[in-house]
């Protein structure tokens, strides 16, 4: 359950699995719409010489998928010995164009000249039901095309030489007992079979002849747009000015983008600064044209669960692109606030997660709890935002930025974070925590909407609006007065949080939980003596507790939990926040220790999931979590 690769260009975005093989295809949107049929098959590619036959995802290949630490670029590579066939795949999304491209260099290892044919099966579902599109073969072009409605897709193959694919089938896929046109291939052959709708599938042949150790490249697109029309010209423009030249672009339009952090990263140890170029990859490739940063591409998850993480979460958002922030990435950060701006509820705070097309997402957090009504939100998603747009000011000073989001997005949500506070307690009106399952008064929540407050009076008193100075800092002051009520005497740690009862009874969730040492520290809130004493238990009870090493995000924790549970599986994001105060607070050998930790932990191309299991440290949730790569990106930077 991983994506190995993420490509894109802030539009088109394909996800690339264990076998380097295309199974996430999103457009127009980073996250949306998945054009795939990637839960339950990839597209493939096979391989046919001396009458034998192989797909590159068997066990037979041996295989090494990977990406550039310096460019959105696959670097894969896949032999089979008994074919006596390598292949080396070099993929990217253009730069500029909705256009994923790979050159698969094709290698002969055997001592005889032989003909090796290359098959290349896609397998797009544009219909919502999968039951209505149609693939044909278009000889004007000599191409493949997908299309249903305002979609349309391209699929194409030649050789460096000049050499055109010389066979194709279309045909159905997963339908009436049909497993798709890949099958077709087995033999070496196609049908040539020119049209079919319904739930489609399609393969193109590439027959090259090649001498005793001869090498030879491929160069194979999938090209997507609105119309048949615009399509063929991205095609024809790729025809025009050629492979090798789009490429190049590609290769220099991310070698410009890293040049913006090179200076702040080139001191690093070249283990640690390969990790920050790759994590700062991986996070572009999860943003948005339109601002906003989706959780993550990976599909895979809709098989264990109900959903996808390809929403834009205000939270994971912000805290994506704090280090963008902190390494001069202002374009980025700009764009998501502008996001935000455009998607705040009209009372000033944040829904629960959003589409990129800035739609709500879906939800599972009700509008009523017990008897009272409920706002559906994660109060600290709204604080987040306020918090962050600090962080931006402080690394770029661009107060002008600040002059055309401050009326309409910083006054309403500290208004609302003002009014979001109970008279009993002094301490904000419960909502649900940043793990997005209980709806209480959170330690976390608390803390960052203290941080939010004092953000937006500096801003306030910057700008003249002296009154809302004074009263948005005099409640977060009252706030921070009240912090020893999350605090635990008899457990000796801040909970989890508590729930105010409708007659001001308050139930207490003594919960030892990591984000709640991570929120009083980051946001400076509460007492030292008792952040000490927190940190104190978390290291006792949550730190490096099973086989696998690591942090759990709280007290057993049952999400994908394992047998035993371990009170919880290893997160990247809270043991990394735990590197963080070590790197901060001078503990340097404990900070890499678990830095070291994370990177011993990565997948083969170096990417993050969300967590680990407890017993054999296998990647556990969706991969790669953006949150886990921001994370890792902040402790080196802290270091």
């Known amino acids: 359950m991983a994506r190995s690769v993420v490509l894109g260009n802030g539009g088109l975005t394909v996800g690339l699995n264990e076998s380097g093989l295309v199974h996430d295809f999103y457009y127009p949107y980073v996250g949306l719409e998945n054009l795939t ?15 034998e036959f192989s797909w590159i995802d068997s066990s037979e290949w041996k295989k090494v998928v990977d990406f550039n630490d310096d460019a959105l670029i696959s670097n894969i590579s896949t032999i089979n010995n008994r074919l006596q066939v390598q292949l080396h795949l070099g993929d990217f999304v ?13 290698r002969n290892l055997s001592d005889q000249k032989r003909e090796i044919r290359l098959f290349f099966h896609q397998a797009f579902q544009i219909s919502a039901d999968g039951r209505a599109d149609t693939v044909m073969y278009v000889p004007d072009g000599h191409y493949i095309m997908d299309y249903k409605g305002r979609c349309s897709i391209l699929a194409y193959a030649e050789s460096a030489s000049g050499v055109l694919f010389d066979q194709y089938a279309v045909g159905n896929a997963g339908i009436e007992g049909k497993e798709g046109t890949f099958r077709d291939a087995e033999d070496g052959k196609l049908s040539m079979s020119a049209v079919e709708h319904s739930s489609v ?13 001869d090498v030879e490249d491929v160069h194979y697109w999938l090209a997507v747009a609105s119309s048949q029309t615009e399509l063929e010209k991205l095609h024809n423009l790729m025809l025009g000015i050629g492979f090798e030249i789009r490429k190049t672009a590609t290769l220099r339009h ?15 140890a070249p283990h640690y600064k390969s990790a920050i170029k790759k994590s700062l990859l991986t996070i572009k490739a999860h943003t948005d044209n339109g601002g906003g940063i989706i959780a993550s591409c990976d599909s895979s998850i809709y098989n264990y669960g ?4 390809s929403y834009v979460w205000p939270r994971d958002g912000a805290f994506a692109i704090w280090p963008l922030i902190k390494l001069g990435y202002t374009s980025e950060a700009k764009k998501f606030f502008n996001f935000c701006k455009s998607i705040m509820h009209d009372d000033g705070y944040m829904m629960h997660k959003y589409q990129p097309d800035r739609a709500i997402g879906s939800t599972w957090h009700p509008l009523i709890h017990g008897k009272s009504r409920e706002l559906a939100i994660q109060e600290d998603e709204t604080a987040s935002i306020i918090f962050m747009l600090g962080e931006y000011l402080k690394y770029s000073g661009d107060q002008v930025f600040i002059d055309s989001v401050f009326e309409k997005m910083v006054r309403p949500m500290a208004e609302f ?3 979001f506070v109970d008279e009993s307690t002094g301490l904000p009106h419960a909502s649900y925590d940043l793990w997005e399952e209980k709806f209480l008064t959170h330690t976390y929540t608390t803390a960052n909407t203290y941080a939010a407050l004092i953000v937006a009076a500096e801003m306030a008193d910057s700008r003249g609006f002296s009154s809302d100075a004074i009263r948005w800092k005099s409640i977060a002051t009252m706030l921070n007065e009240n912090a020893y009520k999350l605090f635990n005497e008899d457990e000796g740690h801040y909970i989890k949080g508590y729930l105010l009862g409708a007659n001001n009874e308050i139930s207490t969730d003594t919960t030892l ?16 003596e008792h952040k000490t004493a927190t940190l104190q238990a978390i290291e006792r009870d949550l730190l490096d507790i099973s086989p696998s090493l690591g942090a759990a995000r709280y007290e057993d924790d049952n999400y994908f939990a394992s047998n035993p549970k371990y009170k919880g599986n290893p997160w990247y994001v809270t043991t990394l926040w735990l ?13 890499m220790k678990y830095i070291d930790w994370a990177l011993s932990n990565t997948t083969a191309s170096g990417l993050l999931s969300e967590q680990i299991s407890p017993k054999d440290s296998k990647i556990v949730g969706v991969t790669p979590l953006v949150w886990s790569h921001a994370e890792l990106v902040n402790t080196i930077l802290d270091l």
């Open 37 to 51: 049929t990637a839960r339950s098959e990839p597209h493939r590619i096979g391989v046919w010489v001396d009458n």
């Open 94 to 106: 253009d730069a500029k164009y909705d256009i994923f491209a790979r050159n698969i260099r094709i």
């Open 201 to 213: 599938d399609s393969t193109l042949r590439m027959s090259i002849i090649m001498e005793a150790g």
């Open 306 to 309: 109900r959903d996808y993480y």
């Open 417 to 419: 974070m003002c009014r």
């Open 254 to 268: 991310w070698h410009d983008w890293m040049n913006i952090a090179e200076n702040k990263i080139n001191h690093l």
């Open 579 to 591: 590197a963080q105060h070590y790197a901060r607070s001078g503990d340097t050998d404990k900070a």
């Open 513 to 528: 939980d990591v984000s709640s040492f991570f929120g009083v520290e980051t946001f400076d809130y509460g007492t030292e």
